[in-house]
């Protein structure tokens, strides 16, 4: 299981321990395939999943495993079929730099969210230094779509250096530009407390924590608990991973 999942994952089992949330009820919002939904039944969460399957993803409907179908819905026009305060926990991974316009989806997920449930999110904002889906520095501080953006991708990509290589230069450009949308914190605070009525809270050192604990060096995690590193945790947090969020619903 990728670490972004199994980290999010284990939130909701730990969380599911008190009593408040026994029999809780998941959803992956942007489940995409299913992989985080099947991780989850493995489990023995109660997880289901939702998805656009538009655009960039359009595909993806076709390539869900059988053994979950039953748990994934489509959501269209911003909308998902859940009555409202259906779930305990709804958790995003790696969604909502891909929703031009996020404001809609934030208050759709704290409808079908009960009173006092919680909200996971992991999501690359504007401040990240890392580009994760090219595999670059800084190109989604230039300006959309710009002549100087375009240099900058190019010269990189001649320099031999990024992923997803095979798209191209151009392919790169779209994937900044057309199906990638970094936005700042200040708006995604903004849109999260027009939604849920409280603004996120930030649980990147608790993240950072978790992934160095479970990576090559773990040897190191002594010395995570000690409060001097929690600045270097969330400076790094800020680099690679970005915006990473707790939000208890308080409609």
């Known amino acids: 299981m990728k670490p972004n999942y199994q980290y999010i994952l284990e939130l909701v089992q730990n969380a599911s321990s008190d009593t408040k949330y026994k029999n809780a009820k998941i959803l992956d919002f942007g489940c995409g395939v299913g992989e985080v939904v099947e991780s989850g039944l493995d489990m023995s969460l109660d997880i289901y999943g939702a998805d656009t399957f538009e655009g960039y993803y359009e595909n993806w409907k076709d390539n869900l495993p059988s053994n979950i179908k039953d748990r994934i819905s489509q959501i269209q026009n911003n909308k998902m079929e859940y009555d409202d305060n259906t779930f305990d926990f709804v958790i995003t991974n790696q969604v909502f730099e891909h929703i031009q316009y996020p404001l809609d989806s934030y208050k759709e997920i704290a409808r079908v969210l009960k009173p006092g449930g919680i909200f996971y999110a992991i999501f690359p904002n504007k401040s990240c230094w890392y580009e994760g889906h090219i595999g670059l520095y800084f190109p989604h501080w230039f ?109």
Request: charged share 30%.
């Open 143 to 251: 300006k959309r779509k710009s002549e100087l953006q375009r240099k900058y991708v190019s010269i990189s990509y001649d320099l031999g250096l990024g992923r997803k290589r095979h798209m191209g230069k151009d392919g790169w450009m779209h994937v900044l530009n057309d199906v990638t949308f970094h936005h700042p914190i200040r708006s995604i605070k903004a849109d999260i407390k027009e939604s849920f009525d409280c603004y996120p809270k930030n649980i990147a050192h608790d993240f950072m924590k978790y992934r160095i604990s479970n990576s090559r060096f773990s040897k190191f995690k002594i010395i995570l608990n000690n409060i001097i590193f929690a600045p270097v945790l969330i400076f790094f947090a800020r680099i690679r991973a970005g915006s990473v969020l707790k939000v208890v619903n308080d409609n």
